[in-house]
């Protein structure tokens, strides 16, 4: 059992508050999933530049100088914002791969939680009051964003095992459920160059869906490509760089539910987990349908 949040915004003027509905969405689930939680925010770009949202065991030791270990190592400039255990690189876009590439040198402990020209993602062990709290994701201000918070059952409980899962670009997941056919998946993602972090199910599902859209499809496409590649019980809820999808498993056994508004989209494990955002009394609000795929995209709407 795990909560699930999230929240594409249709109304600009709600950016800045984005934060902060996240937080007390996935506040609510708590109940749902003491173990870790985490969140992925969608904010401002910066044009030519990219981020790199890293995390470290032992920050003291890690993250003093690491702007600069980089920056010697690349030839690129890189400025660095650190947040508790976390730290947000920013670096020129071209550079992304390269700057991720001499982390792994200047750096071999800390590891990265996501990367993209918008999305920042922090997650942690521990309940989503203290999580939320340790980085100020109530500050935050974005356009899209997804929480979780988790009970362990298919691995064990730490940072990397926390949700999201971010496997590509701007790219991130997370799931309540439990995959069957993980391990068969992971060989075959692995054959086409895919590495992973974890012996999660979850990061299965997210790589699914980054080598499907790297192979020219939408979310949405991927989505429905998704329900006959994965077997299991699920309920997905994955953000991109512009987009929002959520996807239910032919069975639909885990809750979900999700309201409609002129200003935004959301998404919960349970009701009350949408109570408290802004004109929830006249949102149209439903069950998502088995088997079915729900997408919006910020890129076709404008």
């Given at each position: 059992m795990c909560g699930i949040v999230g929240l594409f915004l249709k109304d600009k003027s709600l950016e800045p508050e984005l934060g902060r509905l996240l937080s007390d969405m996935l506040i609510t689930m708590t109940d749902r999933g003491p173990d870790s939680a985490g969140i992925a925010i969608y904010g401002a770009e910066a044009p030519g530049f990219a981020k790199i949202t890293v995390q470290s065991p032992d920050p003291a030791r890690d993250f003093p100088g690491l702007d600069a270990r980089l920056a010697a190592a690349t030839g690129v400039t890189v400025e660095l914002a650190v947040k508790d255990t976390h730290a947000v690189l920013t670096v020129?876009?071209?550079s992304l791969e390269a700057v991720r590439a001499a982390l792994a040198t200047v750096a071999p402990t800390?590891?990265?939680?996501g990367?993209?020209?918008?999305?920042?993602?922090?997650?942690e062990v521990g309940l989503p009051r203290q999580v939320v709290e340790r980085f100020g994701i109530a500050a935050m201000a974005g356009s899209h964003g997804i929480g979780h918070t988790r009970m362990a059952t298919e691995s064990a409980v730490t940072t990397l095992g926390a949700h999201p899962f971010s496997t590509g670009p701007?790219?991130?997941l997370v799931h309540n459920g439990s995959l069957s056919n993980h391990n068969n998946l992971r060989r075959e993602l692995k054959r086409g160059g895919?590495?992973?972090e974890t012996e999660n199910d979850s990061e299965v599902a997210a790589a699914y869906l980054t080598a499907a859209m790297r192979g020219g499809k939408d979310l949405g496409k991927a989505l429905e490509g998704a329900l006959a590649d994965l077997d299991g019980f699920f309920t997905f809820v994955v953000g991109t760089r512009s987009g929002f999808g959520v996807l239910r498993d032919p069975i639909a056994c885990k809750p979900a539910v999700m309201a409609e508004t002129d200003r935004y989209v959301a998404f919960g494990s349970e009701y009350r987990?949408?109570?408290?955002?802004?004109?929830?009394?006249?949102?149209?609000?439903?069950?998502?349908?088995?088997a079915t795929v729900y997408f919006w995209d910020h890129a076709k709407a404008a």
């Amino acid at each position: 059992m795990c909560g699930i949040v999230g929240l594409f915004l249709k109304d600009k003027s709600l950016e800045p508050e984005l934060g902060r509905l996240l937080s007390d969405m996935l506040i609510t689930m708590t109940d749902r999933g003491p173990d870790s939680a985490g969140i992925a925010i969608y904010g401002a770009e910066a044009p030519g530049f990219a981020k790199i949202t890293v995390q470290s065991p032992d920050p003291a030791r890690d993250f003093p100088g690491l702007d600069a270990r980089l920056a010697a190592a690349t030839g690129v400039t890189v400025e660095l914002a650190v947040k508790d255990t976390h730290a947000v690189l920013t670096v020129p876009e071209a550079s992304l791969e390269a700057v991720r590439a001499a982390l792994a040198t200047v750096a071999p402990t800390v590891r990265v939680m996501g990367a993209g020209a918008s999305v920042e993602i922090f997650k942690e062990v521990g309940l989503p009051r203290q999580v939320v709290e340790r980085f100020g994701i109530a500050a935050m201000a974005g356009s899209h964003g997804i929480g979780h918070t988790r009970m362990a059952t298919e691995s064990a409980v730490t940072t990397l095992g926390a949700h999201p899962f971010s496997t590509g670009p701007d790219q991130c997941l997370v799931h309540n459920g439990s995959l069957s056919n993980h391990n068969n998946l992971r060989r075959e993602l692995k054959r086409g160059g895919v590495t992973f972090e974890t012996e999660n199910d979850s990061e299965v599902a997210a790589a699914y869906l980054t080598a499907a859209m790297r192979g020219g499809k939408d979310l949405g496409k991927a989505l429905e490509g998704a329900l006959a590649d994965l077997d299991g019980f699920f309920t997905f809820v994955v953000g991109t760089r512009s987009g929002f999808g959520v996807l239910r498993d032919p069975i639909a056994c885990k809750p979900a539910v999700m309201a409609e508004t002129d200003r935004y989209v959301a998404f919960g494990s349970e009701y009350r987990a949408l109570v408290n955002l802004p004109g929830i009394e006249e949102a149209r609000i439903w069950e998502p349908e088995p088997a079915t795929v729900y997408f919006w995209d910020h890129a076709k709407a404008a």
